[in-house]
Nanobody
Framework: EVQLVESGGGLVQDGGSLRLSCAAS????????IGWFRQAPGKEREGVSC????????WYADSVKARFTMSGDNAKRTVYLEMKSLKPEDTAIYYC?????????????????????WGQGTQVTVSS
């Protein structure tokens, strides 16, 4: 059974930092792209960052570039999202998702419908 379990969310002040984790199980880790998505109240889910677990290549949405860093630990089957200089507009539920690397291109990786498996999400709240 495929499982993606997020952790690390919480309440932080404007300008603060958080690190999210996503522990994966039930699939061959190195064969997948894993992404972070977020959904704010009343808004559509959007892609934030993706990593190719085979080679560590990463991609970021423009809204988080230079502030968020995604990384992976294949031995622990875990990916991380280091978030710095957080803003109130970063407030959302953050989801981890995965899809076979062969199903992903640079133009579809930030589409929620591209992803095959999803975690339950973790809440990030940035207070002003």
């Amino acid at each position: 059974e495929v499982q993606l379990v997020e952790s690390g969310g919480g309440l932080v002040q404007d300008g603060g930092s958080l690190r999210l984790s996503c522990a994966a199980s039930g699939f061959t880790f190195g064969d997948y792209v894993i992404g972070w998505f977020r959904q704010a109240p009343g808004k559509e889910r959007e892609g934030v960052s993706c990593i190719n677990t085979a080679d560590g290549s990463t991609w970021y949405a423009d809204s988080v570039k230079a502030r968020f860093t995604m990384s992976g630990d294949n031995a622990k089957r875990t990916v991380y999202l280091e978030m710095k200089s957080l803003k109130p507009e970063d407030t959302a539920i953050y989801y981890c998702a995965a899809v076979l690397t062969s199903h992903v291109t640079t133009w579809n990786m930030f589409w929620p419908r591209t992803m095959r498996y999803w975690g339950q999400g973790t809440q990030v709240t940035v207070s002003s």
